[in-house]
Every structure is written in structure tokens, then in C-alpha cells.
């Protein structure tokens, strides 16, 4: 099985990092692939950021499809493209909000998502109404997650306190039963914060948006089943 | 008051006919202009083209913003790119599909939008989820409109035949009680289509979407409000 | 353009205060004349004194209708009597509740209703639900309005204060992106308001919901468009 | 247990009828007085002649409450006043509409409410919303019943078979596995529709909407519990 | 009228306690009669332990169909059963949490069930979904209940003390103007919790899950009407 | 990995042939193993015959946990004893109509799930209900399949062909983009369906929820997450 990763930045270092992290949690027989945009904003801050991202998006999942990729992943908590892309692609697109959205759903009657700032309130708010689980999503605290700062350092300790704090508050003010993270690819701060809150009394999911999608792309090409649009 | 409606085309011809229709029923006060794109796909039939565009109709947005204009319309079904501009215009951003959902709420219990294609079901079920409108949007029928047939003849009547059929089975089988038309610009064809529906004993408003958005524009300007995004 | 604004009172020095408002906001081209009731309940603090001036109320719509009037607003934050006098009208009958909320889910994801009194919470959820819109209206903080004793000072800065504190709360525990205020006619209450709330990092609109009805008002007689019973 | 039956009528055969009707039904230890109104529109087409009764239905509940009554019936299939009359009330005010579908909801998965006349749709559609059961209320037919022919006749076979139709298709088409009557006080023509539906196939529940009320109405008073406005 | 209520125990002490109860608030005509199961979990602590009673309960439910029963209460706040027993029984089968959130929300706009423990929460989320009373219910405050220790003691003001502030923080939190309780049989602390709030100006109806589930069963055979499945 | 499916029958035929077609499908890495009930009803025809299995089928979770597996699957497209399961179980529990539910929200804007039997609707509405994607389950058609006569012959022609119109009729009338199949285990059913359905021009998934849930249960496994209760 062959997966194609598209991380919307430009910067070669992070795409290599992407592909060591995927590369771990993949099946021993898919293979992974991920490739970085050839332009980019430099930073991708909102969706007007994004949008500029997206005919170089189109561009590399038509190329995916044409060099034979079994899915192909967006890698982008906004799931830039994902609607458009299926729209000619005869592969599942998969995107992480969409992804881990469902995972939660599936795992719990009521689920957070932890966002980093305070404009992913309004972006989550969007993506649950386009995927009808508004009504899953009871909560949407925000970490405040200074991202650059950490992603720099190599300690997940500040991320994990700041996530496993809102998450607190998520579960216990809003009533979540599971967490989705509104980050990726950081399997330790993943496993910590789990561990911290099963510490506390709350043994829940806590779902990686993208490890959850890259296992969901697998399912979709092990069933043979492609999204319709 | 300045207003910018951008036409996503490239066809000089389709822009200076767009100028003209919104020239007909603008405020007297309020100044129109309109611009095509300089890059566009050959045709839009979906999302994927209509991607494409995104980066020329954000360009479109700043440029209307720095030459001071009150308020931009995004002249396109789709309400490409809306949310995104949003983001970093501090003037009113406006797209039909939004405006005439709402306009279409505000004058009845229940409305259909009457699609062209088959296609525009998918499109408008995720676009009326999206304004969680989707409980007022009770039916769907595709009027299997040749659109481009229809445009280069000057003779409407089987436009609004079709229209017709499909409304009436949204009315009758669906409890439809206002209809948002899901193509644009034809006063003649919207007048005609409201009075067959009256003379068969169903006096219900009929939504041209973008004159609804020109209209809501000029609201805002007027009550000097501006989107949160 | 002839506009009838009702304003279920018999006081007459309301009645002549809410034209000035109204004359000050028209468009150049409409025609303002506010009328109040011969008979209403001395003051208005329920469904129950409402109610009471219901048939008040309805024989004012018709006599506007057959004055030629092009549209009527029945000035009252509780839609009173609108469903009633649609089915008789056939110009445009507006309520200040339903063109507010439909305004503020155009202008923002999720959206708050500052009530005055906690009564008024029972109230907007009702009226609310009827437009399908509660999903959106995510907060109804009450601000404690002491109604009279600020109608009779000439200061609103006690006003602003309360509604500062109940949009802030709204806002930072709710998610809110929108403001609607309970009451209205005090444009110098919602600028100081907006202000206030913008020098606190929230650059959000806050509507003034009877401004906001004679635009509404407005838009639909441009658009000929009449409500469907 | 005292209960008062206000019936939106001037004609005093009207009264004594459903006097006579809910006399049939209640428990033996039921006091049951129906009153007509002194002033009330000639006929009750709409909402509109309905407002027109409601201060003198005010007046009457207000009347009820000070004579010892222990609850208060509106015997009108648009409950109308009913959340008027609930702010001062301080015994249980019920209408048919309100207790009917929360019948309904509760003896099956998705009821539908069998209509009289087309523009009942709107109607019933505006109260689900307002009792937020419009989920449960999957299908509207209208029967066209020509009401006032059959009232005047004794036999209610004609009745009965434009409601078994309306019901065959709420069944068969949408899903429906409760009717609710849009008409009541006629005992006969529910067991003879009831048995109709039987010999179908279709054992479901029929529910005449104003027997409903009373017996909601008798619970309440046993529960001592009093609505919240 | 015969009513037979079914408590999942096997405790004669507390069948005996249960069959007092009923007694006390059923009408005159009717007869209760209260059983036990032969076998049941020794502690019902959550759906696991219920479902192994769930063939003991169809078990009884049969056999009070066999004896000429015209109802029959299982007293369970799961609701356990009422489903499966509805599908073959041709008289109402009834469960505390459907008939009280059904007379929750009849009483109120907003209701709020007070949980005994936490895992309520998850518990009453899922019913409220099932019966799609979910909007409705704004609300699912914790009190914390050392259930065995109250019922030993003939006390409840402990009790009543911490529902107490569990309803006043559904109330002015989140809006609540219903109480649903999540325990019952305990006539004295309903009365005594309603007074408390009542003289903190909160005049709200406390419902007490069992007896709001007799009284609904006694108006279905009053109605004549069964549950459709 | 270790997949233990739970198949409610006594019929040690029926488990064998599930076992093999299991093992068809599962990743070459997992280990499946199937097992009968010791005690079940002769056919499980409702809810209520599933109900007398529980307490074999908690049994049968305990025991599979006990013995090492890392999932099971509860093979009954009524989702029997999932909820109860997962109270106890700190292994994933997975049931066919969630599973496959997810998948087709996550497929499509829009599903229907083709039922056997008309009372399958009531079911399927009551889960769709409570996983809260009722909205986007528009459909449900029933097919009438003559599942004990086709179970016995070894041609599915006459399935297929009932299954095509009933999908046929979902996807024209009621707007449904993907099919989730009320029955399982027929591979050559499903691809059949699915060719069928792409000729007529609807080149759409076709989910068996079977294999849908075996496979969202290796992903659990594989991402190292339990559900929460």
C-alpha cells in the first residue's frame, strides 16, 4: 500500500520529519511518502494563508493519483483541499480534522478539541457544523500553545501542562470524554498528556489528528472504498 | 457607497454584462464595479476549478480594499473564498449562497434551492450545514439546466420551464414555500418563474441570489457592520 | 419608499422620540412614520401585556397597508404579532428579534442576545428555536438593565458598563462572535459599546436589533420581495 | 379536580358540544366547565383572526384561576395563548398542539400530524420547532377536509377516509408510526381511522389531540406541578 | 386499573418500600402491585450489570401482559428494557427517564437532570439522544450522592442539601427551569427541594422520575393508547 | 493482533462460515477468531429476542478479554451489547451499524442504509438517533429481502436486485450518496451492488458493515485506543 503525505510548508526540514514520524506508525506494509509544497506561505497562520496553498495542493494530489498512490493525505488540521481534491481524485483524500472528528465520535458521547489559539474556536466551530458532529464537540479550550517555541525546543513539557489544563477544564466543565488534539506528530507529548489525565481520574482517548487519519487512509484502501462527491 | 463585485472569469464579455445587471438595480447612490479575473480555469463545473482561482480572488479583495471600497461581493455560487477574505478585509465580504439562504429563512418556514446540475445537490447540502441553515433547506431539485445553451440564446422561456418543474415538486412534495434559484443575473426569467408559480395558486417569493447579496451588502455598509471571522 | 414603524405604546413622547431615531438612520430616499397604539397595557413586561395589544397592533398593519405603505416594523423586541400580520399583508412585515439574529449569524459564526431582565433568556431561546437559529446564538448573558431609571437620565454610560460586562463574559466563556443587544434606539450606547469591547481585543459587531430591522425593511422593498405565510 | 375548557367560540352550541364531549372522557372525579368567549372572530382561519381572541382568552384564564380552578384547557389546535396566559397562571394552562406531539413522541419513533387545510404545514411546522420536536415530526399531509360540511353532517365517513389516505401516505412515505389529528372531540372517527389503519397493517397509535390535553391536563394537577415561564 | 411496576432487585424490603410508595400517589381505581426480580446483579452500578436482569425483566413483563395488566412501570432510570418489552407487549410499557424528560421539557424550556454520580453524565446524555430531548436538556449537574447512606438513614437533608446546589448551578449556569431528578420514591426531599430553590427565587418544577412515570401510564390506558415499536 | 468476533447464534454452521469469511479479509498480521452463543434465541427476529443473549454475550466480551485478545467485534447489526460491553472491557468493543455509520459520514454528504425488513427502520432511525448522525442518514429503504431463502441457495441475483432498486430509489428520491447494507458477509453481494449502481451512472460506496467494523477495529488497536464510557 502506498500513502503520499503532502505537508503544506516549503521547508525541506520539516517534510523529512513528517516522513520519519509517519514512518514509524505506518503499517509494516504501506509506504509512506510526503512531499512539501514548492510554494507556500511562509507561515500558515489562517485560512487566507491556506487558500494560496491550495492550486499547489491540487497539483500534488493530481500527481499522487497519477503515480499510483493508494490515498493520499492532506496533512493540514484545516483539511485544506480535501472536498475539492475528491472531486477529481478516484483515491480516498483524507484530511485530520475530519479524520479525528470521527475517531472521537466513535469513542466517546462528547469530545474536546484542544486548540492552540484563540482563532481555532471559530475554525473547529466551521469544520464540526461541515461534518454534522457540532453537537459531539462540546468543548473547544484553547492551549495558547506559544508553537514556535516548542516545535524549536526539544522538551514537550510546557505543551503538555498547557494542554493537559484545558483538557481538565474540557472535561470537567463541558463534560468531554475524549480529546482531540489541535496539533500533530508529537507522540510523547501525546502519550504524557494521557498518562497525566488517567493520573487525575479521566482515563480517555487522547487522538493525534494525523496518526489517526493515516490509519483511517489505510482502512478506506483495505475496503477498497473511495469517497463520493 | 463603493462596491466591487469580482466575476471569477476571465471572458471581458460575461464582466461587462455582470456590470450592467448589477448597474440595473444597485441603490442610486451606490457606485458598482466590476472585475473578471486575470487567471482563471476554462470553465467551473466544481470546487476543484473554482480552487484554482482562490489565490486571483484574494489578490481581487486586497486590491478592492486598498482602493477604498465599501464593501466587495464574490459573484460566484460557490461563495468562493468568502470565509477566507474575511480573515483579513475589514470591510464587508459577501457571497449569494449565504445572503440568499438567509433572505430565504427570513421569508419563510422552508425553502429549496433549485441546482442546475445534479452535482449542486452535494454543494449546497454542505454549504447550507455550514450556515447550520440545513433544517430550513427542505428540498433540492435539479432543474437539469443546459446553462450554456441558455445563455447564448436570448430566449429564456426553457429555463424557466424547468425552473418551474422543479419548484413545483419542491412545493408540493417537499412543503418548499420560497425558492432560491441557484444561477443568476436574469431578472426576466425570475419575474417569469414567480408569476407561473402564482397563476398555479403558489405566491411565494423567488430569490435571485445575487441581487439578494448586493442588497445585504449595502445593508451592512449602511449599519457600518463588518464580519467576525 | 414609506415605511410604517409601529411602537406598541401610547405614550406619545416615545413615539416621537423613536421617529427621530429612525428619520436619523433612513436611507435619504424612505419615508419614516411611526405611530404608537390607542390602547396598550401601561407597561410592557410579558407575552401577557403583549399579547393585550395584539388586535392593537393588527389593525395598525392593515390600516398601514392601506395607507400604501411599502413596508411596516412592529418595533418590539419580541416579534409581536409578525406571524399574525403576514398572513394578512402583502408588504413586508419585520420584527426586530428575527432580522437581528438572522443578521448576526451572517456576521459571525455564534452570537450573543444581552438580554435586560432574566426573564428575557426564556424568551430569546423561544423565539430563537422558531427561527432554527439556536444553534448559533451560543450565550444570553443578562446585563441587570435598570430599564427606566436610564431612559430617564440622559447618560447611558451605566448602560454601556452592564452590557460591557454580560457581552465580555459572553464572549470569553461562550465563544461568542456577535453581539445583539435587548433593547435599542440609543446608537450612541452601541458605539460606545463596540469601542469598549474593541480596546478589549474584541473587534466584533454588536447590532442595534431595531436599526438593523429598517435596513432589513429596507432591502426587501428593493427586492420586492414579500414574505410567504 | 376542577378543570376550565376555554373553546375560542361565540356560538354556544359549539360550547355545549365539546362540554358534553370532554364530560364523556374525564376521570369520574373530574369537574369539567367549557366556556365560549364573549367577542371572537366569526370564523378561525388563520392566526390572524386568532390574535384577535386573545385578550378575551386572557381574560378567561384569568377569570378560571380566580375561581378555584386547578387547570385551564385552551381548546385550540394553535395553543393559542397558551405561553401568554403561563406567565401569570399559576395553574397548569395546557393546549392541544404542545401535549399532542409530546404524545406522539413519546408512543413512537416519528409521528405525523394529519392537516385540514394545505396551509396547516406552515403551522405545525412553526410549533415542532417552538416545542423542538420537529425531528420527530417526519410528515404533514393534509387531508382537505371540508370541515364545516362535516361538522353540519352526522356521519364522519368521509372524514375518515381523507385521513386514512393522508395517514397511508404519512406511513408508507415518511416513515410514520403515530398520527396526531389536526381536528378533535370526535371519538368515533379516531377508532374508526385507528381500525382502519389496523386492518392495513399499520397497528399505530391515533391520537385525538384535545382528549390528550385533558388527560395531560389531569396529570399535571395529580403531580402538582406547574409550568415554568 | 391494574398497574404492575417492576423493581430490578431482589430485595423484598425494597419491593415492599416501592409497592408503599406508588400506593400513596395512585389514583383511587387503580391497583398497584409491585415485583421483584428472581435474580439480579446484587449492586446495579451501571448497564453491565443491567443487562444481565434484562431477561428476568421481559420474563415479568410477559407475565403481567398474561395476568391482564394495563400497564406496567419498570423502575429503572436506565430505562432498561422498555424497548425490547415494547416490541411484543400490547399495553404500555413505561421507563422513568422518557416520561420525565417528556414532562421536562412540557414544563420548561431548558430542564436539567441532577445525576447521582458522575458517569450519570454519559448515561442520561445517551437517553436524552435517543428520546431527541437532547436540546432540551441544558444541564447535567453532579450531586455527588452517597446513595446507600441516605437511604439507611431516615434523613434526607443531606440529600436535599446537595441537590440543592447542584440545581442552583444548572439554574444560573446553564439556564435550567426544570429539575429532573436521577433518583426517586423520596416524596419528602422533592417537596423539601422545591421549597429551598423556591425561596431562592427559583419557582421552578422538581420532578420526581417514578411518580411522573405512574401518572403518565395511568393517562395511556385512560387514552386507550399503546406504544407503537 | 488478536480479534475476537462474538456471532449471536447457537448454529455452529453460521460461526464457521463467518470465521472463513473473516479471515478473507483481515490484514495478514491479525488473528481472528469467531464464537457462537451457548444460548440464544432459535431466531432473532427484534430487540427483544437480542436482549435474552445479552448476559451470554457480556459473558463472551469478559472472556475474550481474559484471554488476550486486543478488540471484539459483536457481530449484529443492531449493535448489541456495545454500550454494556465497554463499561468493563479496557479493550476495544465494536458493533457493525456504528462502525459502518462513521464510515459513510466520513464517505459521503449523505447515506441510506437498506434495511431486510420494514421494522428495520424503527431500528436503524433509533441508532442513528443515538450516534447522533441521524442528519446525515436521509434514507431507509427497505429491501424485503428473503434473507433464510437466500442464505440457503448460493445465488444472491435476487438480493442484488432487490438491494439495487431500493438504493436506486434512495439515491434519486432522496438524495443518498453512499449505502450502508442492513445485512453482512456477502462480498460477492456487495461488489455486485456497487457495479450495478456504477452502470446506472451512481458510482458510489457500497459499505458491508461487517468488514467496515473489523477494520476500524485494527485501527483502534494499531493507534492504541479504547473507547471511553
Redesign the interface.
Given at each position: 500500500m502506498k500513502i503520499r503525505v503532502i505537508v503544506p510548508t516549503t521547508e525541506d526540514d520539516h517534510v523529512t520529519w513528517e516522513q520519519e514520524k509517519f514512518q514509524e506508525?505506518c503499517?509494516?506494509?504501506t509506504q509512506i511518502s510526503t512531499v512539501g509544497l514548492q510554494c507556500a506561505p511562509d507561515t500558515v497562520e489562517?485560512?487566507?494563508d491556506?487558500?494560496?496553498s491550495?492550486?499547489s495542493i491540487?497539483d500534488n494530489v493530481k500527481k499522487a493519483q497519477a503515480e499510483g498512490m493508494d490515498a493520499v493525505i492532506i496533512d493540514c488540521m484545516s483539511d485544506l483541499?480535501v472536498?475539492?481534491?475528491r472531486?477529481?481524485a478516484d483515491i480516498p483524500v483524507m484530511g485530520p480534522a475530519?479524520?479525528s472528528m470521527?475517531?472521537a465520535?466513535?469513542?466517546?458521547?462528547?469530545f474536546a478539541i484542544v486548540g492552540v489559539i484563540a482563532?481555532d474556536?471559530?475554525f473547529y466551530?466551521?469544520l464540526a457544523?461541515?461534518?454534522?458532529?457540532?453537537?459531539?464537540c462540546v468543548s473547544?479550550p484553547v492551549a495558547d500553545v506559544p508553537i514556535m517555541e516548542i516545535l524549536e525546543s526539544d522538551d514537550c513539557t510546557k505543551l503538555v501542562n498547557l494542554c493537559y489544563e484545558a483538557s481538565i477544564k474540557a472535561i470537567e466543565e463541558d463534560?468531554a470524554?475524549?480529546i482531540v488534539l489541535g496539533f500533530a506528530g508529537m507522540p510523547d507529548a501525546v502519550s504524557s498528556l494521557q498518562g497525566r489525565l488517567k493520573d487525575s481520574g479521566y482515563?480517555?482517548?487522547v487522538?493525534d489528528p494525523t496518526?489517526?487519519t493515516l490509519?483511517?487512509a489505510?482502512?478506506?484502501v483495505?475496503?477498497d472504498?473511495?469517497?463520493?462527491?
Open positions: 506508525i503499517r509494516s506494509d489562517n485560512d487566507f491556506i487558500a494560496l491550495l492550486p491540487i483541499g472536498n475539492e481534491c472531486q477529481f475530519e479524520a470521527h475517531y465520535s466513535l469513542l466517546s458521547h462528547s482563532k474556536r471559530v466551530t466551521r457544523r461541515r461534518f454534522e458532529l457540532v453537537d459531539r473547544l463534560g470524554a475524549a482515563d480517555i482517548p487522538i496518526y489517526a490509519k483511517m489505510e482502512c478506506l483495505d475496503l472504498l473511495v469517497h463520493y462527491y
